[in-house]
């Protein structure tokens, strides 16, 4: 893996691992139910992220075109329900200008990398 990839990785892998904290300080400190005024469908979400985000750091690291996949169905997911919640009901959601914009860096990112990864694989690196 060249030098640009591992940078791309890391940027990915820390995304994740700030997500992995921030729902787990969540969890930690007020419980399953994160909002009360959200659907306990939204909270299970929420909930379940503390768990998904660190499996998909480590799918990073160890199986990439898994880890993007799941990284991608992760963060579009969760910008879409964070959006739903922010300006359909009216929950206060501070990052999600930094979710969307880490949205696509993720998805441009997995062109690339698959892109690299496959080049590899063609000349044997």
């Not at 969760?78 to 359909?88: E, P, Q, R, T």
């Not at 930094?98 to 044997?124: I, P, R, S, W, Y």
């Amino acid at each position: 893996m060249v030098a640009i990839e591992r940078m791309v990785i890391g940027v990915l892998v820390a995304g994740f691992a700030i997500g992995t904290l921030t729902h787990t300080l969540h969890l930690v400190t007020g419980g399953w139910i994160v909002f009360d005024n959200a659907p306990v469908w939204m909270n299970v979400y929420w909930t379940a992220l503390a768990a998904l985000d660190p499996f998909a750091a480590v799918l990073l690291l160890w199986r990439r075109s898994t880890g993007l996949t799941l990284g991608a169905a992760i963060i579009l997911s969760d910008v879409a329900i964070n959006s739903h919640a922010l300006y359909g009901l009216g929950l206060p959601f501070g990052f999600l200008s930094l979710q969307t914009l880490f949205c696509g860096v993720l998805l441009g990112a997995a062109g690339f990398l698959m892109a690299t990864k496959h080049h590899a694989q063609e000349t044997g690196r």
